[in-house]
C-alpha cells in the first residue's frame, strides 16, 4: 500500500489528519470532486526542474503555474517543468502523480503558493489515484519546512 510511508511518518510526529478514499481519479480538479474537497484547499503537486535539481511546486487544484513568475520568486531563469519518465524513480512508493507534497521524505525542495498557505486545512494525494489525506496546514508547514511563494495564478 502506496500510503503506508506517509502514515508512519505523520504517526511519528503525532499529526493528526484523515484519509479520504474517492473513485479514481487523475486530475486534481478530478480528485478534488470525488473527494468531495474544495479545489482551493486540495493542494496538486507538480514537479519541476530548478536548475537542474528536481523541485516540487504546490498548488491549489484549481491554480496553475505561472512559470515566469516561479522564476522570478526563485531567482532563476533555468525553471521547466519535468516529464514524467525524468522523475517516476524518485517517488517509488507512489502511483505516477500522485505524489504527496513531501519533499523532505524524498530529498526534493518543496515551494508552496502563498494561495493555499492561506487555509486552515491542506489535503493532497495520498501515494495513489483513490486517496487522499486532509490536515492541518500547520502541521504540514511544520514538518515540511517549504518556501512559501507567489507563483501561481486561478
Known sequence: MPLTRLKEYLDSHDIKYVTISHSPAYTAQGVAAAAHVSGR????????????????????????????????????????LAHEQEFRDFFPDCDLGAMPPFGNLYDVDVYVSERLAGQDNIAFNACSHTEIVKMAFADFERLVRPKILRFSYM
Not at 493542494?43 to 535539481?53: H, L, N, P, S
Request: glycine share 4%; charged share 25%.
Open 41 to 80: 484547499e486540495l493542494a496538486k503537486t507538480v514537479i519541476v526542474w530548478i536548475e537542474g535539481k528536481l523541485a516540487m511546486v504546490v498548488l491549489p487544484a484549481s491554480a496553475r503555474v505561472n512559470f515566469a513568475l516561479l522564476k522570478e520568486v526563485v531567482g532563476s531563469d533555468d525553471v521547466e
